[in-house]
């Protein structure tokens, strides 16, 4: 059975940093590219950061470019998101999702190419 489970979200004061993780299972780890969504009610998914987990390559949505960092310990099947200077405008669900994809080092945000979702993880921002 192929899990995502998301952690590490919570409530943090404007300016402070969370660590998400995105804990993966039921699939081979190196065959699929990890990807950050965000999305809060009544607008569409976004595109945070990725990952291409085989060799690392990693790309960063503008929407928190600068702000964040995304990385990957093959061994724990774990994908992580640093976000810093988190503002009350970040403020919403945060999803990991897995796109199978063997031989290509990039990765990309589009949200209906990826095949498996978590439940999400709820970050507030406080002012």
């Known amino acids: 059975e192929v899990r995502l489970v998301e952690s590490g979200g919570g409530l943090v004061q404007a300016g402070g940093s969370l660590r998400l993780s995105c804990a993966a299972s039921g699939f081979t780890f190196d065959d699929y590219d990890i990807g950050w969504f965000r999305q809060a009610p009544g607008k569409e998914r976004e595109g945070v950061s990725c990952i291409v987990t085989s060799d690392g390559s990693t790309y960063y949505g503008d929407s928190m470019k600068g702000r964040i960092t995304i990385s990957s310990d093959n061994a724990k099947k774990t994908v992580y998101l640093q976000m810093n200077s988190l503002q009350p405008e970040d403020t919403t669900n945060y999803y990991c999702?897995?796109?199978?994809?063997?031989?290509?080092?990039?990765?990309?945000?589009?949200?209906?190419?990826?095949?498996?979702w978590g439940q999400g993880t709820q970050v507030t921002v406080s002012s």
């Open positions: 999702a897995a796109l199978g994809k063997i031989g290509s080092s990039w990765c990309g945000l589009a949200f209906y190419e990826y095949d498996y």
